[in-house]
């Protein structure tokens, strides 16, 4: 199974930025290149909900509509790692932060902000954005 520990999350006012990492282990090298890996967030009160996702093969993108041009997604496959860049951040923002995974997806696609979609989670990290 795969390791994942997600890291980085902390207290900023608004519109400033925060990075998340997500470290992926428990794999062969070359099967980092096969995944999708996404960022998820679940505020007090609310379902959790998918905020992007990567392909580590092709590098192909999607974003929840809220975040689209404020947080960037990347993945690095020397250390094993996918981040989330977040930048003008919002009260609503706010959240327990996720990253999952899926292995060798048949189609990436949007459907992919799904949580249903992966098999593999790791704890959360809170995000807390100040107005």
């Known amino acids: 199974d795969v390791q994942l520990q997600a890291s980085g999350g902390g207290l900023v006012q608004a519109g400033g930025s925060l990075t998340l990492s997500c470290a992926a282990s428990g794999f062969t090298f070359d099967d980092f290149d096969d995944y999708a890996i996404g960022w998820f967030r679940q505020a007090p009160g609310k379902e959790r909900e998918g905020v992007s996702c990567?392909?580590?093969?092709?590098?192909?993108?999607y974003y929840l509509p809220s975040v689209k041009g404020r947080f960037t997604i990347s993945s690095d496959r020397v250390k094993n790692t996918v981040y989330l860049q977040m930048s003008s951040l919002k009260p609503e923002d706010t959240a327990v932060y996720y990253c999952?995974?899926?292995?060798?997806?048949?189609?990436?696609?949007?459907?992919?902000?799904?949580?249903?979609?992966?098999?593999?989670w790791g704890r959360g990290t809170l995000v807390t954005v100040s107005s």
């Open positions: 990567i392909s580590t093969s092709d590098k192909t993108t």
């Open positions: 999952a995974a899926h292995s060798r997806p048949v189609y990436f696609s949007a459907a992919y902000l799904s949580d249903h979609k992966y098999d593999d």
